[in-house]
């Protein structure tokens, strides 16, 4: 951890029954590209819909930016991901 890093908050929506999927191989894909642990909460007991997927992490703002652009990148979603704390 470095001095400047400080909690980061990433929100964004997937469809429900993809939920776990996201859990488990977004974070790897995370730890893998920017050395961050992170953390990912949602709503996984629906069936069908969307989910929200929230992403927390400790990082300086611009690594925050970069995993991002990163996830926005490779990744699909329901609604484009957004920095909410920063």
């Known amino acids: 951890m470095n001095k400047l ?5 990433i929100k964004t929506t997937v469809w429900s029954e993809f939920s776990n999927l996201y859990v488990e191989q977004l974070g790897k894909a995370i730890r893998r590209k920017f050395f961050v642990d992170c ?18 992490f400790l990082a300086n703002d611009d690594q925050a930016t970069d995993i991002l ?9 329901v609604e ?4 909410v704390s920063q």
């Open 5 to 9: 890093d400080k909690p980061q908050t």
């Open 39 to 56: 953390g990912i909460e949602g709503d996984f007991t629906r069936l069908g819909g969307k989910s929200e997927l929230i992403i927390r």
């Open 80 to 83: 484009a991901p957004e920095l």
């Open 69 to 77: 652009e990163y996830i926005t990148r490779i990744w699909q979603f």
